[in-house]
């Protein structure tokens, strides 16, 4: 018989298996901000982990998960109901993060039933293989020109790094926080991360980290506006494949590309889904508690 109860920190370690990877290490660290577990077991074995995160205003349903075989019996709704009974009376509304894969739309159906409403499509997100990545004619999609200079993220010289940095400082470039590359260094990548380098000017980069055992997160992927047009991306994009090939560490990757970057979102959709595992989009979810 399944039971459901919540869980202290130190007893979710035991369900680590059943949410994303990033989370596992967590669980075994120091919290950083409020947080309420629940778990569910049948005949001693964890069938199901629930983990909600608890900042001011509203709450974060930061991971749900049920195993396959417990599937459409009422046990995700009924661990949604427990996060949703701890965190609910006590913040104005809940909000989670989900991406959305044309081919699996499970997810958020379920969500949408129990109460949730999808609120902003944030970001196209792919997932490919290397092997399907060496398929494509990434030479017939954009060249680099020539004097471009592709060398390793950790490889930039100070000068183009601190022209960067002051343009973005006083407002001379404005970026979309999801590409703007120095906030994302430090845990990247250092075998695969690349940057694009004309003129002695840093216009491009792809900022990568590890996801999981099998795959490598494109974190931020960008090239300068004046670039976009013209596929300067491309040649980055290939560079980090062949990186990746030659590392031998993750078989796929998958990357992101923000909606309210139209050029390179349409190009995701148009050109590279043919040779995706899936695609899909980065969605919001909420769920006003006021009522």
Not at 11 to 16: P, T
Not at 45 to 63: K, R, T
Not at 202 to 228: E, F, K, M, N
Not at 263 to 268: C, I, P, T, V
């Amino acid at each position: 018989m399944v039971s459901i109860r919540p869980l202290s920190q130190a007893e979710a370690q035991a369900y680590a298996p059943l949410t994303f990877p990033a989370y596992r290490a967590a669980l075994a660290r120091p919290a950083e901000r409020p947080a309420v577990y629940v778990g569910a077991m049948d005949e001693g074995e964890p069938v199901a982990f629930a983990i909600g995160g608890a900042p001011d205003g509203g709450f974060e349903l930061v991971s749900l998960y049920v195993s396959p075989l417990h599937r459409r019996h009422g046990l995700g709704g009924a661990m949604l109901a427990a996060i949703e009974n701890a965190l609910g009376p006590t913040h104005r509304y809940g909000a989670h993060f989900l991406t959305v894969r044309e081919d699996q739309p499970g997810p958020a159906l379920f969500l949408v039933r129990h109460g949730w409403r999808q609120g902003a499509v944030r970001q196209v997100v792919c997932r490919m293989s290397i092997e399907a990545a060496h398929r494509i004619p990434w030479r017939g999609l954009g060249r680099a020109r020539t004097g471009d200079t592709m060398l390793a993220w950790d490889d930039v010289p100070a000068g183009p790094r601190d022209r960067l940095k002051a343009a973005l400082e006083s407002g001379a470039l404005a970026l979309h926080d999801t590409v703007e590359p120095f906030q994302y260094e430090g845990t990247h990548d250092r075998a695969t991360s690349v940057a694009l380098l004309r003129g002695g000017d840093l216009v491009g980069w792809v900022i990568t980290h590890p996801l999981d055992a099998d795959t490598l997160r494109w974190t931020c992927s960008y090239v300068l506006p004046g670039l976009q047009t013209a596929g300067r991306v491309i040649p980055l994009w290939w560079s980090v494949v062949e990186r990746q090939t030659a590392a031998a560490r993750h078989a796929g990757f998958i990357w992101t590309v923000p909606m309210d970057l139209p050029r390179m979102a349409a190009f995701a959709r148009e050109r590279l889904r043919p040779h995706a595992d899936w695609l899909g989009y980065a969605c919001t979810f909420v769920k006003d508690f006021t009522r």
